[in-house]
């Protein structure tokens, strides 16, 4: 099993979660607020506390969670990512099949609106969002 450290910094600031000596993120993950940080070596570790109460040991550290949790947020950022790369790209391919602003206005004058909406459309139609 990993080796694991979670540590908040405070009140208002992000906290960090550490596994095997990589920071991999600085979520909450819904932890404790009483809880200052967790310290997991693989098979024990510690739980410290930021209210006075003494520190704990502990022999099993699956009730936090913290590994899935992290693979759970890592995967929604790399989709968001992918995503918007993607959104990037059909973007940018329509604006290079696009005709020029002075072509367009052209097309208009000499087509009217219905023209230019069939000239637009197609290159719409061709990279959908």
């Known amino acids: 099993m990993a080796k694991i450290t979670y ?8 906290s960090q979660l550490i596994i095997d000596s990589v920071q991999v993120d600085s979520s909450d993950y819904g932890i404790d607020s009483k809880i200052h940080a967790i310290q997991w070596n693989g098979s024990k570790g510690e739980i410290e506390y930021n209210d006075g109460t003494p520190n704990k040991e502990i022999t099993d550290i699956s009730s936090f969670d913290l590994e899935t949790k992290h693979a759970t947020e890592k995967k929604a950022i790399e989709d968001a990512e992918a995503q918007a790369i993607l959104d990037r790209t059909y973007a940018e391919k329509r604006a290079g099949e696009y005709p020029s602003i002075a072509n367009q206005l052209d097309d208009l004058y000499h087509n009217g609106i219905d023209g230019w909406k069939t000239t637009i459309k197609a290159v719409k139609d061709k990279y959908p969002k």
């Open 7 to 14: 540590i908040k910094d405070g009140e208002n600031s992000k």
